[in-house]
């Protein structure tokens, strides 16, 4: 489960040896089995328990078994097999997949984003483009209708929202219907056993699972891939076994027709029993989720090559087995055992239980990840609890959530039917979302006719659509709770992108316009200090109010300003040499500059001190790549809003090096722009700050060199002696409020809702991994 291996091999191969490229492809094959496979594999705990309920029992007979397993087989077929494992695996973001992956492919082939914060570089990012060029799919009507409308902008956006929700929902039934089904095969050996006792092992069982969830599943995912291919391969045998003894007939039943007999027969009683034969796609969107830790290839390979004949096999061997004995079907699956085997099985349908949830639950993680990174989740403390993996985080507050759900669960229903009927509409609907999401891509992003796409939408959508339907007739049966879930985790989605974006609005028409800026003069009108002035804002270009709002009340500012905006942009990764935007505010004489950060929806941002030196890196290169461009050019040099795509370090004969002794005898003599007090006040400092004098062991030593314009040498020492003077951190410590005049919707999503998740949830100093000692926050009230 090497998740690092696999994300690096989703991207461009480079040239390697066939053998190599086969070798790595089956090497991350069989690493997807225990992160991918775990849900999908423990499906044949529960699928013909749920499928033969209410008034369907009536027609428990060896043609409605058949016709069953018939359902079952080609609803595994056209669903994992021809709609994912040969379609939808193509349609990835750069080597990732998921709901999201799909819209930010959206997002960037056409203009749906509510924020309009892209810049034109955005564009030149390496990962940005997709496939085909964008200039083909211009004057697509679709496209412009969507871009022109507001409403159907923000209906998309819920809609992909809407799907994440019941991912989550996912992460609270995947554990309780498992486990929970897992530890029912004790009722097969003791009758006695009541239910009462089986829902007590199985709470424990869960509490134990989501307490050892912040070690990571790194520490014990070597254990996971070898436990559901021997699961696979036990169930596979068991189900060959008992076609052999029971009925070598049952492979008439892969015959369409069963299908349509069993509807003739049962009726509406056939078409309500969807719900239950749905079960046996469970799991199957993390094929397309998770493609991220591994390669199209890998992934296509274990289905097609393990797990869609090894499931086949358990099915057919189930229904044989059941075509014979009717009366077992409650528990079907464990009474179709040989009893010689029966203990060895039970344990690792436990584990296999075990493994299935905990996929589903760090799925759950990662796509709270994604929903914060694009601004529709409040900011929570995410752990990386791995070094060596990449991508693998743990959230605290959303663990014991997803804990005290499943447990409620567990001990409300006690039945994993109920709970079937819920798990059902969970993974239905993200499959429909999936399927109108992808009709779009084919229209935008592959450039096809919209034939195409409403063929796909009518072969898929119209299968997927008959089972909704069929799921939505057991909303009173259990199936309410992922549509709860759903609605209360969008509510809070979507209350916190709405905040957001109002705020991010009212910032935008309130900048500070760069006429009043020269007129302010070289000093803008302030007495500038040592150091340098870190200014966090969400605008990527002009000044925001913060500023004019900080210099009002305390007319000082830090000789060197820079605004800084981290973004999150749709794309998956943002490589290193990429990430760094910078630009000038301003004329030079003014010491203004802008930088903006950018990070994809899947990036990790580690908690280091290297932010500081990478951006002094950044500035240094910035001032001497505008240096040469104004020498070879007419550049004036003083407009806002060119950017320029700064790697560091890239001039060899002209950079700030680090020295980390700070007794170091190179680095040139600077003048202390400090008074004495302030030294012995800096001096007293750091020796009570441990922190402090950690932080600023990095020093920075400018080399001699003749060629070097005496001008750029200048602005470069000036940016030394500043970062040696010291780092401030200042951000606007808002308060968001209605206007009187809104609506009183917008007062209850703004006064109530998206105060109470600003309160509540991490600051932005915490989750920009900001130092507390040097931070200095300004209040301001936005009424939006």
């Known amino acids: 489960m090497d998740q690092e291996m696999g994300s690096t091999s989703a991207r461009p191969r480079g040239q390697v040896s066939w053998h190599d490229y086969c070798k790595n492809v089956l090497l991350l094959a069989y690493q997807s089995f225990g992160v991918v496979y775990g849900d999908l594999s423990t499906s044949p705990l529960y699928v013909f328990k749920s499928t033969f309920v209410g008034k369907l029992q009536n027609h428990e007979n060896e043609d409605a078994i058949f016709g069953a397993f018939s359902l079952i087989f080609w609803t595994f077929t056209l669903i994992p097999l021809f709609k994912y494992v040969f379609i939808l695996l193509s349609a990835d973001d750069n080597g990732e997949g998921g709901t999201f992956a799909l819209y930010s492919l959206l997002c960037r082939h056409a203009k749906l984003s509510l924020l309009p914060n892209q810049q034109a570089a955005d564009e030149e990012l390496s990962t940005y483009k997709y496939g085909h060029s964008s200039q083909g799919i211009v004057s697509s009507p679709l496209k412009r209708f969507l871009e022109k409308h507001k409403r159907l902008r923000i209906g998309l956006l819920l809609i992909v929202l809407f799907g994440a929700c019941m991912v989550i929902g996912d992460g609270v039934l995947t554990p309780a219907i498992s486990v929970l089904s897992a530890i029912s095969g004790l009722r097969v050996c003791a009758e006695k056993l009541h239910d009462r006792e089986m829902v007590i092992i199985a709470c424990v069982v869960l509490i134990g699972l989501f307490a050892l969830q912040h070690f990571g599943t790194h520490r014990v995912g070597f254990m996971f891939a070898p436990i559901v291919i021997i699961w696979l391969f036990c169930i596979s045998a068991i189900g060959i076994y008992n076609i052999i003894y029971w009925n070598p007939k049952i492979y008439h039943a892969l015959s369409p027709y069963y299908v349509y007999k069993f509807f003739k027969e049962t009726g509406k009683e056939g078409w309500i029993s969807l719900g239950g034969v749905l079960l046996c796609i469970t799991g199957t969107e993390a094929m397309f989720a998770d493609l991220g830790h591994f390669t199209a290839a890998s992934i296509r390979v274990a289905f097609a090559g393990v797990i869609y004949p090894c499931l086949v096999l358990q099915y057919m061997g189930q229904a044989a087995f059941l075509s014979k004995n009717i009366s077992d079907i409650e528990y079907s699956f464990y009474n179709s055992i040989p009893k010689p085997v029966f203990w060895p099985v039970f344990v690792i349908a436990t584990l296999a239980a075990i493994v299935g949830s905990q996929a589903v639950i760090s799925a759950t993680f990662s796509i709270i990840k994604q929903c914060h990174s694009l601004g529709c989740f409040p900011r929570v403390k995410i752990v990386h609890t791995s070094k060596q993996i990449y991508g693998q985080i743990y959230i605290p507050e959303i663990n014991w959530i997803l804990m005290v759900l499943c447990l409620a669960i567990t001990i409300g229903f006690r039945d994993t039917t109920l709970i079937g009927n819920a798990y059902g509409i969970a993974c239905i609907t993200v499959m429909f979302v999936t399927t109108w999401l992808m009709a779009l891509v084919i229209i935008f992003v592959w450039q096809k006719s919209i034939l195409v796409a409403l063929s796909f939408l009518l072969v898929f959508g119209s299968i997927e659509a008959m089972y909704l339907s069929a799921s939505v007739m057991k909303v009173a049966q259990g199936g309410w709770v992922p549509i709860v879930l759903a609605f209360v985790f969008m509510l809070v989605m979507y209350v916190w992108h709405y905040g957001t974006r109002r705020k991010y609005l009212f910032d935008l028409q309130n900048k500070v316009s760069m006429k009043w800026i020269l007129t302010l003069g070289p000093s803008l009108g302030i007495v500038r200090v040592p150091g340098i002035g870190l200014i966090y804002t969400e605008l990527v270009t002009g000044v925001p109010a913060i500023f004019s709002h900080f210099i009002t009340n305390l ?176 951000m606007g410590h808002s308060y968001i409020k209605a206007r009187r005049t809104s609506s009183f919707l917008k007062k209850i999503a703004i006064d109530i809702g998206y105060a109470f998740l600003r309160k509540n949830c991490r600051g932005p100093a915490v989750a920009l991994n900001i130092p507390h000692i040097s931070l200095i926050e300004v209040g301001m009230i936005y009424y939006v």
């Open 555 to 730: 007319p000082a500012f830090h000789q060197i300003l820079v605004f800084v905006c981290v973004k999150s942009v749709p794309v998956p990764y943002v490589t290193p040499d990429e990430r760094y935007l910078i630009g000038r505010i301003g004329p030079k004489a003014y010491r203004m500059y802008r930088c903006i950060v950018r990070y994809g929806y899947k990036d990790v941002r580690k908690d280091n001190d290297d932010f500081e030196n990478h951006l002094i890196l950044s500035l240094a290169e910035f001032i001497q790549m505008e240096a040469e461009e104004s020498q070879s050019s007419s550049y004036e040099g003083s407009t806002d809003g060119r950017m320029a795509v700064i790697s560091t370090p890239v001039r060899p004969g002209l950079r700030l090096v680090e020295s980390e002794n700070e007794g170091d005898d190179s680095i040139l003599s600077l003048r202390s722009s400090k008074s004495s007090t302030l030294q012995s006040l800096q001096a007293m400092y750091e020796q009570e700050s441990p922190q402090a004098m950690r932080r600023r062991r990095v020093r920075f030593e400018l080399p001699k060199s003749p060629t070097v314009d005496a001008t750029v040498r200048e602005e470069l020492m000036e940016l030394i002696e500043a970062k040696q003077a010291g780092v401030a951190y200042i």
